[in-house]
């Protein structure tokens, strides 16, 4: 009922670097210094929250690789300097060390969300004492509780997405976000291999509900477990899965496409 | 904690679960008709299982009970445990409101004069049983009657409930705007927290703004 | 009635029974402790029994489990009910955290008690906001205070961080070595970042297609 726009994670500029090196399999003097701006551009465009410290963050990473590259790209001298060198191989160590440690962490955050995800079928009892004559019992009903906590208690009564009595009548209902829908073709996809879009949306003709379909076709894209075709303008889309059939695999790739939360 | 249990047990119906987990969160009597719709049943059969579960329940003389209380079913205490109950909820260990009483008891705080049916709205929910206690308990009290016929009661907090909280006055009260994250989620609570037009009408002075 | 119920049903201890109503009432996990003092056992007789019951309710296909966690016993919803329970409560469970802010729990989980500014340090951005949402959400809180100037705090996760993933303790988060990427990634990764121009001649201005 609620809408959520789903946006790219934003995870700092180390993830986008890690996904260079990683996804895009090359040496990083093999990239052009015009494709990691690109993409790191890319990147703090779609930041939802880019403040001038990050920007700084990706410029310096941005200048140390520019002159990790202009190092490689200097005619080798016969007598190289051993300072130079010394800093070149640090310099590559400190970001090797940093990458190493946002991947671990990176992984890491991916099982919790497992592990929160899991947790979160199985609901725990909080209601506590119902009977009056138990709550009559009750030395202080307040306990513990600061006014801090009423606040919060206020804002939590009044915030969005704990009951369904909001008045929507004035705005068109999307019943999908793009998460559930990258998660529907996910399902559909690996199952079926190939499918083409309008058999996907078979079925479905509000105009808002395809496009959140489509998004979410991008989406696979995206993160690598699509291929799509079209042969014609106007022809039929075809939507391959390139994706693993790896659960873990899907799940971790499920956990890319997010929901932002302010 | 999860996972198929030994296959060797025996079989219970799926819906005896279903209904166990329902009836496992709810903190209010839920009805055979509520409970149906959420099963997937029909109400017949869901009081067939209900009564079912209870004698069982009671047949194995467990520490609770699935009573039927005002039309609807909830998990209660066996009457045989009330001896630890009792040292349970007066040692302190429970008994402190819900998140939901709770969420009650901040809405009339901070909305105060407001009526029960405010407060239901706002929290979407029916906070009848809620308010009693809170009301016994000293925390909330009546403070005013809408005009107009039915002259529903207004709710405030009392002076017991401030210094619970160890407040002076309501005004030290945490704003509600100075936390809230961001431009939009405020929007959003602010719709929410506005009271509905019609009793707006009769209530002009009333309960609409932010103030405490 | 005899219930569906298992073979050798009515000799139930008083114990259980007593234990069952008392974590009816609890509104959070309660340790053996605090139930040895109330039914009138002691805490590894009630560990027993409540791990029995958590066994029987498994094997009997319950809709509830009685779950072991941070550091107490619970009752929960078993897991395979869940699509009932969710048409039941629709709350907030929706708030997803985002891929950042997961990261930044997952900083703060490991490396407890830390800073903002180390956890800044190994993310590579600024992390207040996330910090603060995270705060907000009660799954991290300040747990210390660096000394000397500036006293900048220290950040470690809440018992409720362990709720909400169902832990018992932080012992039970899987080992950080785990997620370590194994010796190949990190030659690759190595051999990806070098700079030292030695085969310079043999590798001009190309894609490297022979890379794994």
Known sequence: ?262 | MSGPGDPAAPRRSSLAAALEAVLLLADEPVSPQVLAAVVGASAEEVRGACDALAAEYESHRRGFVLARVAGGYRYQTAPDQDLYVERFVRDGHSGRLSAAALETLAVVAYKQPVSRQQVAEIRGVNVDGVIRTLQRRGYIDEIARLPGPGQAVLYGTTRQFLEHLGLDSLDELPPLEQFVPDPDAVETMERRLRVVPSIDAAHPDGPAGDEP
């Not at chain 1, 915030?159 to 998660?183: F, K, Q, W």
């Not at chain 1, 509900?209 to 894209?221: D, I, N, S, T, Y």
């Open chain 1, 1 to 262: 009922m609620a809408y959520q726009v789903a946006t790219p994670a934003f995870s700092g500029p180390f993830e986008v670097l890690l996904q260079l090196i990683l996804r895009e399999r090359v040496e990083i003097h093999d990239i052009s210094i015009a494709r990691i701006t690109d993409a790191f551009l890319a990147e703090i465009e779609q930041a939802a929250e880019c403040d001038l410290e990050t920007a700084t963050e990706f410029l310096l990473i941005a200048a140390t690789l520019v002159e990790m590259k202009a190092k490689r790209l200097l005619p080798s001298e016969s007598v190289v300097d051993l300072d130079d060198e010394l800093d070149a191989v640090s310099e590559r160590d400190l970001l090797l060390a940093r990458l190493l440690e946002c991947n671990t962490f990176r992984d890491a955050s991916r099982t919790l969300r497992r592990m929160f995800e899991d947790a979160a079928r199985s609901r725990a009892r909080t209601v506590g004492v119902t009977e009056e004559r138990w709550l009559m019992l009750a030395p202080v009903l307040l306990g513990g509780v600061s006014p801090a906590d009423v606040r919060a208690a206020c804002l939590r009564a009044a915030a969005p997405g704990i009951e369904p009595r909001v008045d929507t009548t004035h705005i068109t209902p999307i019943s999908l976000t793009v998460g559930d829908a990258v998660a529907e073709l996910i399902e559909a996809l690996s199952d079926q291999q190939q499918a083409t879009f309008r058999r996907l949306t078979e079925g479905i003709d509000d105009r808002l509900e395809l496009v959140v379909r489509f998004l979410a076709v991008l989406e696979l894209v995206k993160q690598g477990l699509a291929d799509v075709q079209q042969a014609i303008t106007f022809g039929d889309i075809v939507i391959s899965w390139t994706g693993s059939d790896d659960a873990e695999v899907r799940q971790a790739a499920m956990a890319g496409v997010d929901v932002y939360e302010g």
